[in-house]
Every structure is written in C-alpha cells, then in structure tokens.
C-alpha cells in the first residue's frame, strides 16, 4: 500500500487542526455570514414566532455597526374590511449573523390610513 496524497495535501493535513487547507478555513467563515434576504427572511420569521403576529413586509433595512436594523410592518388586528385592520411598525435588531436581539413597536395604524403630510414635503 502507497501514500496517494501528494506532498502539499500531506503538509496541510497536518498543520490544520482538522485537516483542511487555510483557504477551506477562511471560505467557510465568509460562507456563514447570511445575505441580506437570509436576514430579511429570519428576522420576519422570528418576529412572528415572538409575538404572534404575520410579519407582512419590511419597510425599511439597513447594516449597523452592531449587525442589522429593519422596520418591520406586522399585522396585529384582522378586520372587515381590510383597509380597517390594525398594523404596526416594529424597529427590529439583529446581530451580525442575523439572530434578533431586540424589538420594539414603534406606531400603530389602520391599514388604510396614509401618514400624515408633513409640511415642506
């Protein structure tokens, strides 16, 4: 019976912790960072889990220095007809990995009210 690795792969097998090549090591790392519509998509999961309600959309999204902030519009109240159900708008943050750390209700409206006019706009 041979060594069928070459050379190189022996040398790295040995000096990784377990087995595996630095470059494997750093692709994974970048790998586990979740793209914004992987946060999108958990952060509205969450949310519902937490509070119970349908996580309709997400109005506003941006990266923090501390991981991710989003504005996350929910449905709190279903009624007849649709444009008189009560909303809300939550200030959601997750960390960098897009695991929610806090959230807070912000407003609440009715579906079918606009915001009002603010003047200068």
Avoid: C, I
Avoid at 46 to 68: H, I, K, P
Wanted: hydrophobic share 25%.
């Amino acid at each position: 019976m041979s060594n069928t690795k070459n050379p190189s792969e022996s040398q790295n097998s040995r000096n990784s912790p377990k087995g595996e090549d630095r470059d494997t090591d750093n692709n994974t790392a970048q790998e586990r960072r979740p793209s914004p519509m992987e946060v999108l998509r958990h952060a509205r999961t969450q949310l519902g889990e937490l509070t119970g309600m349908s996580a309709e959309n997400v109005s506003s999204f941006e990266q923090t220095e501390d991981g991710w902030s989003l504005e996350v519009e929910v449905l709190e109240l279903a009624r007849v007809p649709d444009t008189m159900s009560l909303m809300a708008s939550y200030q959601v943050e997750l960390d960098p990995d897009g695991q929610l750390t806090g959230y807070r209700r912000v407003r609440r409206y009715e579906r079918g009210r606009a915001d009002a006019h603010r003047g200068g706009r």
